[in-house]
């Protein structure tokens, strides 16, 4: 029999908030143990640190750009931004080749409904969106969704209708009980099972998270990261990271119920379960919160796959970027990967029958507000040559950065992650640099660039 396919993946998770990598201060005993027992990718990193666009590479092996997920999925703007239903996905993979599928909680992939519709009849509001059984649901076919909607404490689902399921319970524990139904429904039978749980904490608003994991937080006292300004180490900053450690407490807790199902009925040694995110947060670090920096918090993500009996236990230092993880997935059950898909397959390494792996990968921003948009359009530009563009190395990260308004400076960055890893001395490269070195690192990325169109604009070298 085939094997089975469990993907589950937090929204906003950064790679030092798991014990394991003794950063953070949260208690993850249940995700140390399985990091133990699997393969820990020590350098995952997020292509593009914004929802859409990675959740959109995950499922397609594509860059975000080639795929026009250029900003997340929301209303306001020139264009409908979503996943295109032609597209070829991991789910439509996996169904083609026998296997039942299911997606359980945030999806963010399909058009806001308020871009469609004043007032939609699935009741979806701001860039929410119930997506109805058909092509939009990219192959899987059970369906316990939602766009993307914030209340973490109140959250929706649709199924099948666009009547919405309201749980008042944590959306995480809603999820994980949906996720031990479909896996006592899937474990005895023919059909292998691929299901991908998708968990909006420790998404903001940090505060939307249970006073049984609040609580015990409340007097701790926060370490910062070095590279968090003195002036922000206070409230609201300390409340903050509070509520977002016992956000990633709380997903332990209900990750461990899944790995517990798991043992109790013997699906260890026929199930590949991958745990991961879709970019960090930056906590206060370099004065920022949030995501869509390059800066190491943003980008730097969890990514453990563990299969008993077939990968073996320890860290994997090989570059891992969001386009790889279709490939790799595929790869490593035995399936054909299409040749749509632009990632890496790291199966074979993952396996013990290579010890190569990527040294580098290409990462990327887009101006996506709505306002920006207009104010590139006004002065006859688009906002797509504009962002920042880079790549991330196992000990350097390079970007160059046209900035998020029309008339910002152009930058030329490289920070030595080895020696310098808070990220606080980078190098501000000239224009007219002919370091061998530089000069080949621009190559490197036109040449990412000019595979997949994009127009980033070399401003200051006359050139795309």
């Known amino acids: 029999m085939k094997p089975n396919l469990l993907y589950i993946f937090a929204d906003q998770w950064r790679y030092e908030a798991m014990g394991c990598h003794h950063a953070d201060q949260v208690t993850t005993p249940n995700m140390d143990r399985f990091a133990g027992e699997g393969m820990d ?29 250029w900003t997340n999925c929301k209303p306001g703007l020139e264009e409908k931004v979503m996943l295109r239903p032609q597209e070829i996905s991991i789910g439509k993979v996996l169904k083609e080749n026998g296997y039942s599928t299911g997606y359980i909680g945030k999806w963010h992939l ?7 519709f004043k007032n939609p009849a699935s009741g979806a509001a701001g860039w929410d969106a119930y997506t109805p059984p058909g092509e939009r649901r990219q192959g899987f076919d059970y369906w316990l969704s939602y766009g993307t909607h914030d209340d973490h404490l109140h959250p929706h689902y649709w199924r099948d209708t666009n009547e919405q399921i309201k749980p008042e319970k944590w959306s995480v524990e809603y999820e994980t009980d949906r996720a031990l139904d479909f896996l006592e429904e899937h474990r005895v039978g023919e059909e292998p099972f691929a299901l991908f749980v998708s968990y909006n904490p420790p998404h903001l608003p940090y505060e939307l998270v249970p006073e049984k994991y609040e609580s015990p937080l409340k007097s701790l ?40 199902y798991l043992r109790e009925h013997h699906m260890e040694e026929n199930t590949l379960v991958v745990l991961s995110a879709d970019h960090g947060d930056m906590m206060g670090s370099q004065g920022l919160m949030s995501k869509n920096v390059w800066y190491e918090e943003s980008i730097h993500i969890p990514l453990v796959m563990r299969w008993k009996g077939k990968i073996a236990s320890g860290i994997n230092d090989s570059i891992f970027a969001s386009v790889d993880h279709m490939p790799t997935l595929l790869g490593l059950l035995d399936l054909p990967i299409p040749e749509t898909c632009q990632g890496y397959d790291h199966a074979p390494g993952i396996l013990g029958s290579r010890t190569d792996g990527p040294e580098e990968m290409f ?38 950065s046209n900035g998020y308004e029309p008339d910002a400076p152009q930058e030329e960055l490289y920070y030595n992650d080895g020696a310098d890893p808070w990220q606080l001395s980078p190098r501000r490269i000239p224009a007219d640099c002919e370091e061998k070195e530089i000069l080949e690192l621009r190559g490197r990325l036109k040449k990412y660039l000019d595979s997949m169109d994009d127009p980033f604009l070399w401003r200051e070298r006359g050139e795309k």
Request: include cysteine; charged fraction near 20%.
């Open 221 to 260: 006292d926060i370490h910062y990261r070095p590279n968090v300004p003195e002036e922000m180490r206070c409230d609201p900053l300390q409340t903050d990271t509070r509520q977002y450690f016992a956000a990633v407490n709380g997903i332990d807790e209900h990750f461990g119920r899944i790995m517990d």
């Open 41 to 69: 990718f020590s350098r995952a990193y997020s292509t593009y640190p914004l929802c859409s666009p990675h959740r959109a590479s995950l499922m397609t092996g594509k860059y975000p750009f080639c795929l026009g997920m």
């Open 363 to 400: 990462i990327c921003s887009y101006p996506g507000g709505a306002e920006m948009v207009a104010a590139f359009a006004k002065r006859g530009l688009t906002h797509k040559a504009y962002g920042w563009r880079g790549i991330k190395g196992k000990n350097f990260t390079y970007v160059i």
């Open 110 to 116: 399909d058009a806001a409904e308020l871009g469609f």
